[in-house]
T-cell receptor, first 112, second 118 residues
Framework: NAGVTQTPKFQVLKTGQSMTLQCAQD?????MSWYRQDPGMGLRLIHY???????DQGEVPNGYNVSRSTTEDFPLRLLSAAPSQTSVYFC???????????FGPGTRLTVL | AQSVTQLDSHVSVSEGTPVLLRCNYS??????LFWYVQHPNKGLQLLLK??????LVKGINGFEAEFKKSETSFHLTKPSAHMSDAAEYFC????????????????FGQGTILTVHP
């Protein structure tokens, strides 16, 4: 049981490049979400999904896209990277809205 | 709307002394509350959670928290700090009825960095 996995662990992009951060979970959780962590700001919700085919925006969605074609996978796409997207990104999953969320190890992204 | 305020951005204690990390919350409904810990360059790990059962919640590594509805607080305590407790701690509120769907969006506090001195 691997839990929540994220790839890559580190990434450096140039402004304007696109990329996809991968997230997968093997706990059959319906709820998955993406957060970004910036110093002194805690974690902020980017996008979330309550099941395959259903996604919605969080607190800071601009510049990011998501899709959920399977229960296991929830990729986050940066269409045109900007320096303001330099951050640590965490994916999380949970069984329901009353249960704790399980977090992946994070992806540290730098946009030059 | 829900919100969380962690009252101290940094707390410094000596090893063997008590730890108190303070958290106040705001929520329209009966919330779920969590404390997570993050060690340097690591992901987040759940310490404990409150979901409307007992108001005194015990977690891992000797931590506990008390839910006080009248004070809208959920402070984290530990009787005796250990060097390995040095980390950043996040208080988190989940209101299952927030927003247009029933998804319990998590709202994080800004974090409290705990330093433990020998």
């Amino acid at each position: 049981n691997a839990g929540v996995t994220q790839t890559p662990k580190f990434q450096v992009l140039k402004t304007g490049q696109s990329m996809t951060l991968q997230c997968a979970q093997d706990m059959n959780h319906e709820y998955m979400s993406w957060y970004r962590q910036d110093p002194g700001m805690g974690l902020r919700l980017i996008h979330y999904s309550v099941g395959a085919g259903i996604t919605d925006q969080g607190e800071v969605p601009n510049g990011y896209n998501v899709s959920r074609s399977t229960t296991e996978d929830f990729p986050l796409r940066l269409l045109s990277a900007a320096p303001s997207q330099t951050s640590v990104y965490f994916c999380a999953s949970s069984y329901s809205n009353y249960n704790e969320q399980f977090f992946g190890p994070g992806t540290r992204l730098t946009v030059l | 709307a829900q919100s969380v305020t962690q009252l101290d951005s940094h707390v410094s204690v000596s090893e063997g002394t008590p730890v108190l990390l303070r958290c106040n919350y705001s929520s329209s409904y009966s919330p779920s509350l969590f404390w997570y810990v993050q060690h340097p360059n690591k992901g987040l790990q759940l310490l404990l959670k409150y979901t409307s059962a007992a108001t005194l919640v015990k977690g891992i590594n000797g931590f506990e928290a008390e839910f006080k509805k009248s004070e809208t607080s959920f402070h984290l305590t530990k009787p005796s700090a250990h060097m390995s407790d040095a980390a950043e701690y996040f208080c988190v509120v989940s209101d299952p009825y927030a927003g247009g769907t029933s998804y319990g969006k998590l709202t994080f506090g800004q974090g409290t960095i705990l330093t433990v001195h020998p």
